[in-house]
């Protein structure tokens, strides 16, 4: 999966002055029934996902929902474009009737208007994740139903490393210089060298606070750093092709796509650091002029059920639904060494650091950009 967000800074700003008030989450004492077989027979929902999950959504949600509902889903794929083809839509006649999206470009979608409030009391799924992952004003003010997606995790090819990498403090040492690859995209990658520069400095599990306090210190690591970069990767795909063909020793990756690989290639080394771990903040979404709402709601509670968000996790995704977290981590290690399961770790559970990006986005983007990446 990759994931890329280029909102601008001022939007963000008029997003994240929202207040946080709730409208009844988790109000309702009892759960409505799903939808009765064959509820939306006639409709089309059309729904975006993020690439590289597309497989997964597909299987588990796709297919079950349409033949329980009635319903036909269209299934579309992409990077970032949604929000630009829904502006493009026109009016009444939206690109989409149900969006997954993150944190950075939902914000400002919302408060310009673009995406509708959500009956919560049709969602009643929404109850058993993790409150950690609706304790944001998105959820609060029924916007969306937000949840962690993928861990930054590290990669490496086993025949090039004197000894596998188990931080991201490795990153610095001598043999894998000149051997990198990383993101290109600063939102991740940025963050690695955070994590780079307060291990170096004795200080590990303080990148976030780094990151929010000292944002420039750290910019000026990742451009003292650089050379340790050998290529910058576009998407999770073209990282595990070049880590499949040893084209780099190790590197940050997105956790969906080292899961779902090491399952074929159980040989590909990687680790998901306990120490300044952080997650990507994904969120589903209705646009306001969708004439299909209902069905998106129904799709959505549908999503957050235990059996799909098992299934799901399964294949190497996340899930905020605390009983099939923990129904996954028992039964897979691996998984359970990625994402949270337990009451203690989503309660520390962490997203990127946002909000230290926004006080100067187009500041950074610019840096990274030309003083980063360019000179690399």
Known sequence: MSIVFQPHRRQFLRATGAGAVSLGLGGC????PGPAAGTFSGQTLTVFVYSGLDKIFQEHFVEPFQALTGATVVLDAGWWDSI???????????????????????????????????????????????????????????????????????????KQVKAAPSGWGDLLRDDLKG????YNSFYFSLYTFGCMKVTSEGKPGTAWTAMSNDIGGVLDFAKRERGRVRFWWPTGTKMLQDLLQGNFAAGNAHSVTM??????????????????????????????????????EAAID?????????????????????????????????????YPSTDEQFRSLRYFPYEAYFKDYDGIAKIWEREVLRQS
């Open 29 to 32: 004492q009892q759960t409505p």
């Open 84 to 158: 630009g083809k829904l502006k493009a839509s026109p009016k009444g006649q939206p690109a989409y009737d149900l969006v997954l999206t993150d944190a950075t470009q939902g914000y400002p979608a919302i408060k310009d208007g673009m995406f509708r409030q959500i009956d919560f009391n049709k969602v009643p799924n929404h109850r058993a994740l993790a409150p950690v992952a609706l304790d944001n004003w998105v959820a609060k003010e029924r916007y969306g139903v937000t949840f962690h997606e993928s861990a930054m995790t590290l990669g490496f090819d086993p």
């Open 179 to 182: 051997k990198l690859a990383l």
């Open 259 to 296: 899961l779902q690989a090491v399952k074929d290639k159980p040989d590909l080394g990687f680790v998901t650091p306990e120490t300044d771990r952080a997650f990507v903040q994904l969120m589903w979404v209705i646009p306001a002029d969708s004439p299909n709402a209902a069905l998106a």
């Open 302 to 338: 549908f999503l957050m059920s235990k059996d799909v968000q098992a299934a799901m996790a399964s294949r190497g995704a996340g899930t905020a639904h605390m009983a099939a977290a923990k129904e996954v981590a028992a039964e897979d290690p691996i998984w359970a060494k990625t």
